[in-house]
């Protein structure tokens, strides 16, 4: 009978609708087949009907209220065998918990048993359609949580939380498979997290619920191991598909951390300090941080490039003062202080906390220590400019006290001698270790790397309330009183590294000096620009790093470090020289402007250019290699384009090291006005560059003939011209109707053509032509997808036919003529430019005059 009348006429959003399906599911005492599909629909239609009441009629939920349909949900799901009612039933609660305003009724649905009952119900989660709907209503409890209402879904005794359903089921799925389950269950966490209630705070951060964030940090110690496996697979194959998948796994990390931050932020005292022993004990200092090392051996666990990530990732999502200053100091820590305790902090106990992964594996779960072995290589040794600043003894002394290589060391050792992506690696922790505000400024003035800015603050500061000796202080590189400052800082952190974390380090051993620390990062960057092996964006980055170093006195960047800036600056600069008459002559100084305002505004910014996650999608690398015969216009185009990146920013680095003022643009001439003589103005062309169709005349235009299509001959007209920097060869069609006049049919770049007369056909004329647009302007854009796209820029090859040979010569003696009046033009423009920073009288603090600036 009931499901006959189902369908009787009704208003649907009316209370009697919502009496009558009341009325029918109180009916219902056996659900089956028969019966299946009016429960479900009975069950979505009052989740409707009870939204729409919340906001316009209270008389429906007071009926609700009444006849207590919470308890016939739980009667049906009681009573029912179906996976379909149980979907419909959480899904049924899920909407009205979320869309219920009433604080009144929000209170309803908390007072009784009725939730928590369905929270702990036997449900069957192997289909995934009921999982999805239970985490689902999990969720939409936790999005309605208070101080008041969270009372309403624990049991305490005491005063003390002795159960929470709601939050113990939802941890249960906290690593499931499914990346959407995870989210939501830490969402659902975070809401009871923020709540701040004390004692629900209490319990969630005791034994046994604590073990879910040592279980959290011990997976995602399993996803840092995994990314590194990606990065060594993705190197090897570089492929599109290898780099998706470290890319998600990357995204994957970067959330997690950023659950962890927002952990954090919740502010319970016993999870900060949880989660800060966690990321220690279980990842940087068994697993980060040795493989740091130089000799390290196994990458298979985890390799430097993928741990100077992770740290550079840790440090900036988590904003945890003791984690920033603790990874700071155990950087002073000789490698050899790693090996004590390695097998402690992998077997998952974190002391301090009395409990342990149920799960754990220890033969599974090791880390070994394979890893550890071997020794730092220390290779900030002493260079011929130490004398100038330090005394021998000063510097032997210095090394004698940290007779052990120390990771910080290892750090400046990549930047020196390390490849490309270690290079960048070591940076980007760096420049992440200098940005970090939870960071102590003594930490950073320790390491050498306290931006001038703030050691300038500092030391004002100092002389302000009297310390030391005023002004003589301010300039000065290194004060007893902050020396001091630094040691008590250091020292504390140490001790807390060997007291807490059983790593034996002591300001003793390492014999601190931040002045000579500071010189070492400065001799690292110094000579990291004088590498050719290194890429130019690389080089930008420690361009940035060393910015942000520079001193207010040139007392620490010393005459052997001009040196060796001034001599890699003129070796670039002669390789500059060369390109005037190289394939892409006439774009160089649109090259040098562009890239001046970039390396200006790259190195000047607040933070360098790029991300860290660059590191693990290392782009093609390229350096200055000096042209080589035969080479194709693309292996020109990308030799000029890092050697004009690695000039401006040399240029501009040796500006700064002597303190002058860096112009907006280069020192560049001025273009001039085309003399008449030229065969460009014979021509018509004044200012402007030859299109298909324009008309001009032909003055000592060559006749010949091309195939552009097989079988296909045209007979035209050949012409070089030159105005300024820009080349041109043409292919004009002569018009009949007026005489040596013709219409341009077809223009390639002059530049690069590499004319070549035919060694068994005197007549004909061989040609490379080049792209006329510059192929490397968005190299950057490119790094993090793994390789350049190089199939966009191909060379052409065209071969013409003359008359006779003298006509063949002719036109191969045109060329040479414009290509040397648009290279000599191109060496006009620059010559302020390049011959900046010779002789022995050179003022580099006087830049040229604003007039001969583009």
């Known amino acids: 009978m009931w499901l006959s009348s189902l369908w009787r006429p009704r208003n649907r959003f009316s209370l009697d609708e919502l009496r009558y399906l009341t009325e029918q599911l109180m009916k219902i005492q056996v659900v089956n087949e028969a019966s299946k599909d009016f429960v479900i629909e009975a069950l979505r239609s009052i989740a409707e009907l009870i939204t729409y009441g919340d906001q316009h009629d209270s008389a429906f939920f007071e009926y609700f209220m009444e006849k207590q349909v919470m308890g016939e949900f739980v009667r049906v799901q009681k009573i029912s065998r179906s996976v379909t009612v149980s979907v419909q ?130 997976f995602f110690r399993e996803q840092c191991i995994s990314l590194n496996a990606l990065v060594l697979d993705s190197a090897k194959s570089n492929t599109p598909e290898s780099a998706s998948t470290t890319s998600s796994a990357i995204d994957e990390i970067e959330d997690n951390l950023y659950y962890f931050s927002d952990v954090i932020s919740a502010g319970i005292p016993d999870v900060g300090r949880l989660i800060t022993d966690s990321i220690l004990e279980l990842l940087i200092f068994p697993l980060l941080l040795p493989a740091l090392r130089r000799d390290a051996i196994d990458e298979k666990k985890m390799g430097a490039v993928t741990s100077l990530y992770l740290l550079c990732c840790i440090l900036r999502i988590l904003k945890i003062k003791d984690l920033a200053n603790t990874v700071a100091a155990a950087l002073f820590c000789p490698e050899e202080a790693f090996l004590l305790n390695s097998e402690v902090k992998l077997n998952g106990h974190v002391p301090g906390y009395g409990f342990s992964d149920e799960n754990q594996n220890p033969e599974k779960d090791d880390l070994s220590t394979e890893m550890l072995s071997g020794r730092l290589r220390d290779t900030i040794l002493n260079s011929s400019s130490s004398a100038e600043i330090y ?5 032997r002394q210095h090394h004698s006290k940290g007779s052990q290589s120390a990771l910080r060391e290892a750090l400046l050792s990549y930047v020196s001698t390390g490849d490309d992506v270690q290079v960048l690696g070591s940076l980007s922790l760096l420049a992440t270790l200098l940005q ?47 020396k001091d400052g630094i040691t008590s800082e250091l020292d504390s952190y140490l001790r807390r590294l060997k007291d807490q974390y059983g790593l034996p380090c002591s300001l003793s051993e390492i014999g601190l000096s931040p002045s000579i620390n ?200 050949f012409l070089a011209l030159s105005v300024g920097t820009s080349g041109w060869i043409l292919l004009a069609e002569e018009l009949p109707l007026k005489q040596h006049y013709g219409v341009v049919r077809v223009t390639a770049p002059l530049a690069g053509c590499n004319p070549r007369i035919d060694e068994k056909h005197l007549r004909w004329l061989h040609l490379r032509i080049r792209p006329t647009t510059f192929p490397f302007r968005d190299t950057a854009k490119c790094a993090t997808q793994g390789k350049l796209k190089t199939n966009t820029l191909v060379d052409g090859r065209w071969t013409l036919a003359f008359r006779d040979e003298v006509s063949c010569k002719s036109a191969m003696s045109m060329i040479i003529e414009e290509m040397n009046s648009q290279s000599t033009e191109v060496e006009r423009r620059l010559k302020t430019l390049l011959d900046h920073g010779h002789g022995a009288g050179e003022n580099l603090s006087n830049p040229p005059s604003s007039t001969q600036r583009l």
């Open 89 to 218: 039933l959480l899904q049924t609660m899920g909407i009205m918990i979320q869309n219920l305003k009433s604080e009144h009724a929000i209170y309803y649905m908390f007072s009784n048993e009725h939730i928590n009952y369905l929270i702990t119900y036997s449900f069957d989660f192997s289909n995934e359609e009921l999982l999805s709907y239970y985490i689902s209503f999990l969720r939409a409890i936790s999005g309605k949580l208070n101080k008041n209402t969270i009372s309403l879904l624990v049991k305490t005794n005491n005063d003390e939380v002795v159960a929470f359903p709601l939050y113990v089921e939802a941890i249960r799925h906290a690593f499931h498979e499914e990346g959407m389950i995870r989210t939501a269950v830490r969402a659902l966490t975070l809401n009871v997290y923020h709540v701040g209630d004390e004692y629900v705070n209490k319990y969630v951060s005791s034994t046994p619920q604590a073990d879910y964030f040592l279980k959290l940090f011990k």
């Open 391 to 395: 005394s021998e003894d000063d510097v």
């Open 436 to 482: 970090t505000k939870e960071l102590e400024e003594s930490m950073l003035d320790a390491l050498g790397i306290l931006p001038q800015r703030k050691q300038h603050k500092k030391l004002l500061l100092q002389a302000l309330v009297g310390e030391g000796s005023g002004e003589e202080q301010l300039f000065s590189s290194e004060s007893n009183s902050g």
């Open 518 to 717: 500071r010189f070492q990062v400065l001799d690292a960057l110094v000579s990291l620009f004088c590498r050719s092996n290194i890429s130019a964006e690389t080089l930008w980055d420690g361009g940035w790093l060393l910015r942000q170093l520079l001193p207010y006195s040139e007392a620490e960047f010393n005459s052997y470090h001009l040196k060796l800036l001034k001599d890699s600056y003129q070796n670039c600069t002669s390789g500059l020289l060369g390109e005037t008459r190289g394939t892409w002559c006439d774009l160089l100084v649109t090259l040098l402007c562009d890239d001046w305002k970039k390396c200006k505004k790259a190195i000047e910014a607040s933070s360098p250019q790029r991300e860290p996650k660059c590191l693990l999608f290392p782009s093609r690398q390229c350096s200055y290699t000096g042209p080589t015969l035969g080479e194709s216009s693309f292996t020109a185009g990308e030799r000029l384009y890092e050697l004009v990146k690695v000039f401006v920013l040399l240029y501009q680095l040796r500006t700064f090291s002597v303190g002058g003022a860096l112009p907006d643009q280069p020192p560049i001439q001025l273009p001039t006005d085309v003399p008449e003589k030229y065969r460009a103005k014979s021509a018509g062309l004044d200012g402007f560059s030859p299109k298909p169709g324009v008309e001009l005349k032909l003055v000592d235009a060559v006749p010949c003939r091309i195939s552009f299509e097989r079988g296909k001959e045209r007979h035209l007209c």
